[in-house]
């Protein structure tokens, strides 16, 4: 239902953007997001990075990447976007692309779908 790309290896202080491509059914009715998983943190809860609602006019971060983080999506691809700006070595995770039928309570127990992930790594 959701297919991420766009991870990879950047240097602080650089930029990239992930995609996550769901299909028509999931994102003409779900909220879309993104989650990371920390290295060396499996155990934990993956963590809350930033969420678009179903219509797009609303957003959310964590305060970890507000001012840094984008996310945006594309009626027209079935595409939500993160663009990530001034990335630090602690932005390295494995980032999900995730879905949800409300806006509301986006923790990473409560969530629809989720993608396979995509790897970025920030050297420094």
């Known amino acids: 239902q959701l297919v991420e790309s766009g991870g990879g290896l950047v240097q602080a202080g650089g930029s990239l953007r992930l995609s996550c491509t769901a299909s028509?059914?999931?994102?003409?009715?779900?909220?879309l997001g993104w989650f990371r998983q920390i290295p060396e943190r499996e155990q934990e809860q993956r963590e809350f990075v930033a969420r678009i609602s179903q219509s797009g006019g609303n957003s959310l971060y964590s305060d970890s990447v507000k001012g840094r983080f984008a996310i945006s999506k594309d009626d027209d691809t079935n595409t939500v976007y993160l663009e990530m700006r001034d990335l630090k070595p602690e932005d390295t995770a494995v980032y999900y692309c995730?879905?949800?039928?409300?806006?509301?309570?986006?923790?990473?127990?409560?969530?629809?779908?989720w993608g396979q992930g995509t790897q970025v790594i920030v050297s420094s």
């Open positions: 995730a879905a949800k039928r409300t806006s509301v309570g986006w923790t990473s127990s409560s969530l629809d779908y």
């Open positions: 028509a059914r999931v994102f003409g009715s779900h909220a």
